[in-house]
């Protein structure tokens, strides 16, 4: 089996449009975004990221299915 890498670098061209959406779109309330998150407690922020990455996981696959 190959790499694709045309289908990985899409996909890191998309994580890069979304990643910045959230500055381009609501650049003035960015900072008090940042700081909330920055008071959460670590445990905190590992939940939602494993929640972003089981939701990541979730649509991958339903599209590739």
Same mark, same amino acid.
Request: charged share 20%.
């Given at each position: +089996?190959? $790499?694709? %890498?045309?289908? $990985?670098?899409?996909? &890191?061209?998309? @994580?890069?449009? #979304?990643?910045?959406? =959230?500055?381009?779109?609501? @650049?003035?309330? +960015? =900072?008090? *975004?940042?700081?909330? &998150?920055?008071? !959460? =407690?670590? =445990?905190? #922020?590992? !939940?939602?990221?494993?929640? @972003?990455? &089981?939701?990541? &996981?979730? *649509? *991958?696959? #339903? *599209?590739? %299915?």
């Amino acid at each position: +089996m190959e $790499f694709d %890498w045309k289908t $990985f670098l899409t996909a &890191l061209g998309l @994580a890069f449009v #979304l990643e910045g959406l =959230p500055y381009f779109l609501a @650049a003035e309330r +960015m =900072p008090t *975004v940042l700081r909330f &998150l920055s008071e !959460r =407690p670590a =445990p905190e #922020l590992r !939940r939602l990221g494993l929640t @972003a990455i &089981l939701a990541g &996981l979730l *649509v *991958v696959t #339903l *599209v590739r %299915w």
